[in-house]
């Protein structure tokens, strides 16, 4: 059995994992808030965009832009977007085992995230390109991967890029995902409702709200400038999304994180006070005991 000073030992360790526990907690929650509204803000529009896309390749012919062109089967590009740090429960392990179970020997990686880079290296992957990204991240660092996976699918090097990410569902949800970027798809970002911010509150919004025209379109001054400006702001503005969906997720999955760890530091701090007292109690009725057999022994 323990004595009293191996308890109080480990009851001041535990007290200090708990302080920084709840440290770690309340800056997560900080930066929480924002990220999520930065995710949630973005979604509406990164949904329209995509929509509107959507409807356009189906309207016009393939050839009208190279990153509209659907290709045969060949090599896929994956851009996995993980977090830099850890001690957010398991965020990362999620996204990097869906990706290792749909990724094959054809497939090649782009790294966001310092996580994702060490499990690539791991699993002795194909990596051919690393980013960093500041946090919260900034539109122009997203420009910058759009532009090198851009130039790679045009240049005939891969035939479809696609984007893991984790979204952002709730506080206590977050969903790994992979999306088809290019060539363009369909597809939806937070599966179990749509939410955007308006005025600091949150509030659902139904994608079927807005419909992307139908029919044939009418391009000024023709095809190719029109879509030479748009699309690549798609894919720009998508993968910048998808950043924000997955700090978003990073905050959110850190601070429950971090509040569960908290909870059970003093949980246990309040297991070992109650041993402590019955040990402490027991060594006083030892020495009660002792003094009352003594002065029986000397009457």
């Known amino acids: 059995m323990a004595n009293t000073q191996d308890i109080r030992r480990r009851i001041k360790s535990v007290s200090n994992t708990a302080q920084i526990t709840n440290a770690m907690q309340l800056v997560a929650a900080s930066k929480m808030k924002k990220a999520q509204e930065f995710a949630t803000a973005g979604r509406p529009f990164a949904e329209v965009l995509n ?10 012919e393939d050839e009208t832009h190279p990153l509209l062109e659907d290709r045969e089967e060949g090599k896929t590009l994956v851009v996995l977007i993980t977090t830099d740090k850890g001690l957010c ?19 090649d990686y782009v790294t966001i995230g310092r996580k994702g880079r060490q499990a690539l290296a791991r699993t002795k992957s194909n990596l051919i390109a690393d980013f960093n ?17 851009m130039d790679k699918f045009l240049e005939g ?5 696609r984007v893991a990410f984790t979204s952002f569902v709730s506080t206590l949800s977050q969903e790994p995902t992979i999306e088809t970027l290019l060539p363009i798809r369909e ?8 939410l955007h911010s308006k005025g600091g509150a949150v509030e659902s919004v139904k994608a079927s ?5 139908e029919g044939e379109y009418i391009f ?25 969906e997955s700090r978003a997720s990073e905050h959110s999955a850190r601070m429950v994180a971090m509040k569960s760890a908290t909870d059970n530091a003093n949980d246990m701090i309040k297991d070992l006070k109650l041993e402590y007292n019955k040990i402490r109690q027991a060594a006083i009725t030892t020495e009660l005991l002792d003094i009352t057999t003594a002065m029986k022994a000397l009457d």
């Not at 929509?51 to 016009?60: F, S």
């Not at 090097?157 to 890029?161: A, I, K, L, Q």
């Open 51 to 60: 929509r509107v896309l959507v409807n356009l390749k189906a309207n016009t």
């Open 89 to 107: 429960a398991g965020l990362n392990t999620n996204l990097i085992r869906k990706v290792m179970d749909e990724g094959d020997d054809q497939t």
């Open 133 to 149: 990204v500041s946090d919260p991240a900034e539109f122009p660092e997203a420009k910058l991967v759009g532009k090198f996976v």
């Open 157 to 161: 090097e891969y035939n479809r890029v």
């Open 187 to 194: 597809m939806e970002l937070g599966r179990d409702s749509k």
């Open 209 to 213: 709200d807005i419909e992307a025209s």
């Open 220 to 244: 000024e001054p023709n095809p190719t400038e029109v879509l030479d400006s748009v699309v690549p702001y798609y894919v720009n503005f998508e993968i910048f999304q998808m950043m924000q």
